[in-house]
């Protein structure tokens, strides 16, 4: 259990870095391999498992070797209030498989996003309503351990992968846009790739030209914009439970 290890694994695209507690239990809990886990102490993680994870009981104890606190400081670049960071596999995404696939669930799309935060709180609600993978582009990696934090280790509950626009074939096109049509269940169909731009410059040109149906958020006056990831959350959860 070395700094180099952790050191690696976050510049080794193959690897991901999973700091806390629920980060690591949603990995588990949907067939992450994970490599190694370093926590401070690990009894503390079978008593949050007691309450929270009863399903993981004795995985915690079982992974988890311990180390001292000024070591594991060492180990994670952020406070980690439950002191437990792993190494894991990252699973293989195929994206042209998910875009193939049959299912009805929507796939989103973020444009080229910024805060890693935001893209960990999409794949987090992306997860939690049912869609069928979670696509990026753009020079920002889906899986920072920014991200996954964000996401509180959703990122093994779907498919998230890195692509380009121009692979985005074979569904139909939503663009979130503000000169769209308002939102509703009618304008989202079925295997709808639902595509989000920054929420300072919104989705390109080149996007909004390829796309199939604009749809967009009805907003009170004067207000600009919404959080990227409250905007997926509206979206999916519109198609997801307004639909007849």
Do not use: C
Not at 52 to 62: H, I, K, N, T, V
Not at 112 to 125: E, K
Not at 133 to 159: E, F, M, N
Not at 177 to 182: A, L, T
């Amino acid at each position: 259990m070395t700094l180099a290890a952790f050191a690696q694994a976050r510049a080794d695209r193959d690897l991901a870095v999973l700091e806390g507690f629920h980060a690591l239990k949603h990995a588990l809990r949907f067939g992450a391999t994970v490599r190694q886990v370093a926590a401070v102490d690990p009894e503390h993680l079978e008593r949050l498992a007691a309450d929270l994870a009863p399903d993981l009981l004795g995985r915690f104890r079982e992974l988890a070797r311990p180390v001292a606190r000024d070591a594991f400081r060492q180990l994670s670049k952020n406070p980690v209030r439950t002191e437990v960071i792993a190494i894991a596999e990252r699973p293989p995404v195929d994206v042209d498989a998910v875009l193939r696939a049959g299912s009805a669930a929507p796939v989103v799309f973020l444009e080229d996003p910024r805060n890693l935060g935001n893209v960990g709180a999409v794949i987090r609600v992306a997860a939690a309503a049912g869609a069928a993978a979670v696509l990026t582009d753009g020079v920002s990696d889906p899986w920072d351990p920014a991200a996954i934090r964000g996401a509180a280790g959703l990122h093994y509950a779907l498919p998230v992968a890195r692509t380009d626009v121009a692979a985005l074939t074979g569904r139909p096109i939503v663009a979130l846009d503000p000169d769209g049509v308002e939102i509703s269940p009618a304008a989202i169909p079925d295997r709808a790739v639902l595509a989000f731009g920054t929420e300072r410059d919104g989705l390109s040109p080149d996007l909004l030209a390829r796309a199939d149906v604009r749809v967009r958020i009805p907003m009170r006056p004067d207000v600009s914009s919404l959080n990227l990831a409250t905007s997926v959350a509206i979206t999916l959860y519109s198609r997801r439970w307004m639909a007849p």
